[in-house]
Structure formats: structure tokens, C-alpha cells
């Protein structure tokens, strides 16, 4: 087999597009309201910093066309935390706040009325049934089994672009949602939390090649890959978008379950060994890879359709939503300690961000938490978080912009902190939660405490705890202690 030449000319496309027409990314004014940047952030589900070649950490990784041009052209975070899981990401994107404020704390378990998807194509490969969060999620880990998505009270992020002086920002959710359910509008969440449009699915897909998408409200049953029909739907909105400003959240349900082969003009690797109708659980990895390439190869399309004067003026930011699964995570993770849990295999993320006066080619090892997020993304737009956020509103979020430009300079943070629980607020005093500065990691598991050296130990292999701790070891063990009791007793 030959890589596809849509593959090839997609690449070349992007590559043109990315670097865009006088090269003067670096050199772009700053944020003015009359001259707005658009905003692209796009979500990857259940993959790891390990995923990723440009991260230079998995044993294995597939290739990745797209977002290796990406990390050339802008700014590789390194030690980036998203939460275990990936509701609460996304809440935390959307908020500026962590899961203990806001309720959530895991994946929804309680969803809304939905029909029946259209029969699966004869010619679409193997996906075991039921493993795509199509239902939600069903376990716990401390009886509470009742999880319910983002209030809708909240202030968020589409409301906070539209509240700001100057024009205001056309907004859409296109893809993975998972923060509406039954108590809080179901079908109609992306809409009433502020988003002008919303396009794809509200939690998890049980078959990328039969599945319900909803448009604003309202349910189309659908046998059109949901990778290309996202970026689809991208693709369009932003076309029709003519001189506005434009945030746009693109969720991809890739590369979670089903593990599946995907369509061979999306591959960017030879996997004709691969037999589309065998059990991809036998042998994850290789259609995990597949799948991730098959996100990239749509990136990179849904890149290479934006004019490069528009493109020039746009933020693009890709994330990881979470770390990846124990079936597909690779070493130097570890199976148990990764998507779910406060381990580095399950919070340490891919972050690349390009756009407007970013540095070039760089990375960074400033500490960073999914919740900055939010308060970045208000200052790409030229607007201050604090000030557009309701008073009586806790705020955790504080803005990476400076370190985009500077990448050198020093974290704005003093510390990183995640948590995961069930059953809402119920569920927050017994929460797996960590936090870390720029040396040590505090964790607690199961209700038992744990206390890493990332400087010397960065896979967590050794727990201090197990030992006598040095002075400089003790004093920082109380500093994370204190850290962590002030915020989680926080209101």
C-alpha cells in the first residue's frame, strides 16, 4: 500500500496554510476589539503526552502529520494537566473552575431520551459493541453512581465572549459535548450554556459508522464516518463566518472505543496488515494508532479549508481531554495509572498552541492546569477574565498567554492541582485528587496518600512516602498538604 495522495496533499496544503502568506506570525499587533483573532480549540479523547512523537516520550507512536507541523509552528506545553477523565476537562475548559465547584467530577451517567441510530453499514469494519460511553459511565469507585453534567447556572465561556465590549464572537460546539444530561437540557445544553451552534454528539459514540448526532436540539440519525462529518460541519460554519470573530470548540471522539480501523484515505501509516473485521482488542495499539492518525489526517483538512489570511489570524489550540485508556497507554506509562487516575499516565496531556505573536518551534515547562484554559482563551480575544466573570464566581483560572509569547519565561503558577469523583458534590470530601509544583507531586488514592519526586522519579516509580523524608522533602510535603486543604476547604 501507498499513502494516500489525499494524505499527501493534505499535508502540503496544511503545511502552506499553517506557515500562511508572509510568515509574520511572531509579528502579528497585539488584540485589538476592532481586529479580533479567531479561535480554534480543538479536543483529541484519551491520549497522552505519550501519543505524540513531537513529545519524544512513547516507545511506539503513529505518525501524526498535522499536529507535527503544529508543535513547529507554536508552543509545546509539557507539563500540562487536563483531569483524569473527560467530562470534568471539558467543564473545566468551559468554567475556569474545578470539578469541586462546579459538581463535576466524572464522566455523566444520567442522559436524556435518544432514538435508535440507523443500521450499521454491510461494509463498515468490526467495533465490539457497547464500548464507545454511547450510555455513559456506568461504574464508581465509591458507591455514588449518579453523575450529572454542568449546571446551568454556570458562567461560561461562549457567554463571557459574547459579554465583553466590541463585536461580539460567533461561537460553536461542533462534536463530543458530554456535559448535558437530563436534569439540565439534554439536547438543548450546548445551546442554553451560551454557544450559538451546535453540531455532533452529546457524550460517547458506540459505532463511529452508525450513530445520532444533534443539531441545535434536534436528533439526525447518521452512517457518515464522525471524524470527516465533524470536521464537515467545521468546515462550513466557518466558512460562513465572513469578517466576525469566531471561537469554535471541535471535540473529535477519536481515538476512544470503539477501536476500530478507520477509512484508508485517512491513513497516514500502512495498516493494510490490520483485518477490519477482526476484534481490535486482541491487538489494541495498532488501531489506536489508526485512529489517531485519522483525527490528524481531518485536522489537517479542516485546516488547509481556511483561508490563510483568516488562518494567520487564528489561535489553534489541540489538547489531549485525558491520558489514555489502560488497554492502549504505553510505556513510559503504565496500565492502572492512566485514563481515570491522578497518576501522570492519566493527567499529563498533549497542549500545542499556535496563532497570533505565538513563539515558533518552542516548548515549555510552565505549569499548567485545564482550567487556565479559560481565562487564556478570554485574553487571546483581548478581554480580561476577572473582569467579565461574575464577582461572586470563584475563578481558578489564570492565563498561559504570556508564556505562549515567552516561552522561557517562569510558570505563573505555583502549583497544579486535579481531582475525580462521582455523584456530584456528594462525592467531592472522598475524591481522588493531586497537585504538584515544579519538583514534587502530592496524590491521594483510595484515601491514601502518596509523594513523588517528578525531578528525579517522573513516571512516579518510588513513593517518598514509603521512606523518611529529607528536610527539603518534608517541608514541601507540608507546603502540598497545606496547598491542597486551603483550596479544597475553598468556596
Known amino acids: 500500500m501507498t499513502i494516500p ?28 476589539l476592532e481586529s479580533r483573532p479567531n479561535i480554534l480549540l480543538i479536543l483529541g479523547d484519551d491520549m497522552g503526552v505519550e501519543t505524540l512523537a513531537s513529545y519524544r516520550l512513547g516507545s511506539t507512536t503513529p505518525a501524526t502529520a498535522t499536529l507535527d507541523d503544529l508543535a513547529r509552528q507554536g508552543v509545546q506545553f509539557n507539563n500540562f494537566w487536563s483531569q483524569p477523565v473527560c467530562s470534568p476537562t471539558r467543564a473545566t475548559i468551559i468554567t475556569g473552575r474545578y470539578g469541586f ?91 442554553l450554556v451560551g454557544f450559538d451552534h451546535y453540531e455532533a454528539v452529546l457524550r460517547g459514540i458506540d459505532s463511529y459508522f452508525s450513530w445520532n448526532k444533534v443539531v441545535d436540539g434536534d436528533y439526525v440519525g447518521t452512517t457518515h464516518y464522525a471524524a470527516t462529518d465533524r470536521v464537515d460541519a467545521a468546515v462550513e460554519w466557518i466558512s460562513d463566518r465572513g469578517d466576525s470573530p469566531w471561537f469554535m470548540w471541535l471535540g473529535f471522539t477519536l481515538p476512544h472505543t470503539p477501536l476500530h480501523l478507520p477509512p484508508e484515505e485517512l491513513w497516514q501509516s500502512d495498516h493494510s496488515e490490520l483485518d477490519p473485521n477482526a476484534d481490535p482488542t486482541e491487538n489494541p495499539l495498532p488501531y489506536f494508532h489508526a485512529m489517531i492518525e485519522a483525527m490528524d489526517s481531518e ?121 475525580v469523583f462521582s455523584g456530584n458534590f456528594a462525592g467531592v470530601e472522598g475524591a481522588d485528587y493531586a497537585m504538584r509544583d515544579e519538583r514534587y507531586k502530592l496524590l491521594r488514592r483510595d484515601g491514601v496518600l502518596e509523594f513523588y519526586d517528578l525531578m528525579t522519579d517522573p513516571f512516579e516509580h518510588i513513593n517518598l512516602l514509603d521512606g523518611t523524608l529529607s528536610a527539603p522533602q518534608e517541608e514541601r510535603y507540608q507546603w502540598l498538604q497545606a496547598r491542597v486543604t486551603a483550596l479544597r476547604g475553598s468556596e
Open 101 to 191: 465547584r462546579t459538581g463535576v467530577g466524572r464522566p455523566l451517567t444520567a442522559g436524556g431520551p435518544a432514538p435508535e441510530p440507523p443500521a450499521k453499514p454491510a461494509w463498515a469494519p468490526y467495533e465490539v459493541p457497547g464500548t464507545g460511553g454511547g450510555m455513559g459511565f456506568g461504574g464508581s469507585t465509591d458507591g455514588l453512581t449518579l453523575s450529572y453534567g454542568l449546571p446551568g447556572n454556570e458562567f461560561t465561556l461562549p457567554r463571557a465572549l459574547k459579554s465583553g465590549a466590541g463585536p461580539a464572537y460567533a461561537t460553536a460546539a461542533i462534536g463530543k459535548w458530554h456535559l448535558g444530561d437530563a436534569e439540565n437540557g439534554w439536547t438543548e445544553h450546548p445551546n
Open 5 to 32: 495522495t489525499r494524505m499527501v496533499w493534505l499535508t502540503v496544503l496544511f503545511g502552506l496554510a499553517l506557515c500562511g502568506c508572509s510568515d509574520q506570525s511572531s509579528d502579528t499587533p497585539g488584540t485589538t
Open 299 to 419: 485536522i489537517g483538512r479542516l485546516l488547509a479549508s481556511i483561508d490563510p489570511a483568516v488562518l494567520d489570524n487564528t489561535y489553534v489550540i489541540f489538547l489531549g481531554d485525558n491520558g489514555t485508556t489502560s488497554t492502549t497507554v504505553t510505556e513510559p506509562f503504565q496500565p492502572g495509572r492512566a485514563k481515570g487516575s491522578v497518576y501522570q499516565g492519566g493527567v499529563n496531556v498533549p497542549l500545542i498552541i499556535k496563532g497570533p505573536r505565538v513563539a515558533r518551534g518552542r516548548s515549555s515547562d510552565a505549569l499548567i492546569n485545564s482550567t487556565d484554559l479559560y481565562a487564556t482563551i478570554l485574553e487571546m480575544a483581548g478581554l480580561d477574565a476577572r473582569e467579565l466573570t461574575p464577582s461572586h464566581v470563584t475563578l481558578d483560572s489564570i492565563s498561559l498567554l504570556p508564556n505562549l509569547l515567552e516561552p522561557d519565561s517562569p510558570s505563573r503558577r505555583q502549583w497544579v492541582y486535579v481531582d
